[in-house]
């Protein structure tokens, strides 16, 4: 029996189409030459050889044509699929073999899918890494994902800084606010959560309304003490606490705590006062009796000792803007700060209160020194033109636009000055500085539009000029 693929109707296999079997030529008279120019008849059993042998599988029949009797049955059995309009296998195989196609994805999507797989594999990779970036922008800048990476401990560390914002002073107790006092604090509460809320900060807004806290006196700006050891138990994971006045603005929002002064402590601050020392204090101890640190004008140099950062001005210390560390140092130094004989004995000498307190107990204790440190005023606690000097280029202390200043305190603006103007122009002017290159663009063409339909400035003042000298 021959091992044909397909049984041969015919005795011992082979089959009768002329050309295939040995014995019989094509009916074509042609005749194609071999290499040496004789004929080459091909006969069935050598083609079927030499398939086998490219092929690589032996051929195979089965006994009694098993297939061939029970072909229908079988393929009736198989599960069919619906190819859809393209039913024939060949004609899926021809158009559908390594190529993106747009028949499974339905609409704008599937021509989208269609487009994107003719590109090229570089471009297609391209293309892939610019949609990564963009969602990762998305995620970090847009989404709430930014706020929990920067007020992570371990990450951004935005849970280690509380702002305080003293809010309300004095209002409805000592005098009642009108609509501008009432703008200052609505703008200044504005900033501080706008500035907490982008760098993943705890914002305590502290209503500074003035109590009696004693039958005897009346201590309103003595509250601050009291207030930031409420604020310790309020946030007992965090560890600086910013404190700030309510006529202060925050200038540069970009600016982090982190970049802007605690990544290098030991850079933007200095522990010996006789950097700037508008007090006058003896510095440092020299008594025999203090141990190495007291009697060193830096203490022991590690930023790690710094408990309390404070900004001096033209008068010596200023509250407006400072920082404490929760520490149990701190802890003594509040009770002290904060102890009532001593204020019942000095407080008709102190005329700036608890901050005339504090430089008494700088001055008078050398366990207090060596943990206090100094920043410059323009790094936390600008002025305006008119505080500390009316001309204001005090270059130590005035606000410098051009140097990007992060913070400015109004203090002072009650006594003489326009609190409510200074506050307006510094926001104008922050909100200047800050702006995106979009806004940017835009103020220059409105800027230029400006100019191309009222002329240039001196036309401009020619003008009125003339009208003048023609109305008198």
Request: glycine letters at 8%; aromatic letters at 12%.
């Amino acid at each position: 029996m021959s091992l044909s693929r397909s049984p041969s109707p015919l005795p011992g296999g082979g089959w009768s189409t002329p050309g295939l079997t040995s014995g019989q030529s094509s009916p074509t008279k042609r005749n194609y030459g071999g290499h040496n120019g004789n004929a080459n008849i091909v006969s069935w059993a050598s083609a079927k050889a030499k398939s086998d042998s490219v092929n690589g599988y032996p051929s195979f029949s089965t006994r009694g044509n098993f297939f061939g009797r029970h072909a229908r049955k079988l393929s009736h059995s198989l599960p069919s699929f619906n190819l859809g309009r393209r039913k024939s296998y060949a004609e899926k195989e021809k158009l559908g073999r390594g190529r993106w196609s747009s028949i499974r994805i339905p609409g704008i999507l599937g021509q989208i899918a269609t487009r994107f797989g003719r590109v090229g594999r570089r471009t297609r990779l391209r293309l892939l890494l610019i949609l990564g970036f963009t969602l990762a922008a998305i995620l970090f800048y847009v989404s709430p994902l930014l706020y929990v990476w920067r007020r992570t401990s371990f990450l951004g560390g935005g849970s280690k800084f509380v702002v305080i914002l003293a809010s309300n002073q004095g209002g409805g107790v000592m005098e009642w606010k009108g609509p501008r006092e009432w703008a200052i604090e609505r703008d200044s509460v504005k900033n501080k959560k706008a500035y907490a809320k982008r760098w993943g900060y705890d914002l305590d807004i502290v209503d500074m309304t003035t109590k009696k806290r004693y039958a005897h006196e009346w201590r309103e700006s003595w509250e601050k003490v009291d207030t930031i050891r409420t604020a310790f138990r309020k946030y007992p994971r965090a560890e600086w606490f910013w404190w700030l006045d309510l006529n202060t603005f925050i200038m540069e929002p970009s600016y982090s705590l982190q970049s802007h002064i605690f990544n290098q402590l030991s850079k933007n601050t200095y522990r010996d006062i006789n950097h700037y020392n508008p007090l006058n204090i003896s510095h440092p101890f020299t008594q025999l009796y203090l141990d190495e640190v007291s009697r060193s004008p830096v203490g022991d140099g590690k930023p790690e000792s710094i408990n309390l950062i404070i900004p001096q001005d033209c008068a010596g210390f200023n509250l407006g803007s400072f920082f404490i560390r929760r520490s149990e140092w701190t802890d003594r130094l509040l009770d002290i700060w904060w102890d009532p004989v001593a204020y019942e004995q000095r407080h008709m000498e102190w005329e700036h209160k608890e901050q005339d307190a504090l430089e008494y107990l700088y001055a008078s204790h050398p366990w207090i020194r060596s943990h206090v440190a100094f920043i410059a005023q323009r790094k936390i606690n600008s002025f305006p033109t008119g505080a500390c000097d009316e001309n204001g280029q005090d270059p130590h202390i005035h606000y410098n636009a051009e140097d990007r200043d992060f913070n400015v305190n109004m203090a002072g603006c009650e006594w003489g000055r326009d609190c409510w103007g200074e506050m307006y122009s510094f926001r104008q002017l922050s909100n200047q500085l800050n702006r995106n290159p979009w806004e940017k663009f835009k103020d220059a063409v409105s800027d230029k539009a400006k100019k191309l339909w009222n002329g240039p400035p001196e036309v401009k003042k020619e003008e009125e000029t003339g009208k003048d000298k023609s109305g008198n």
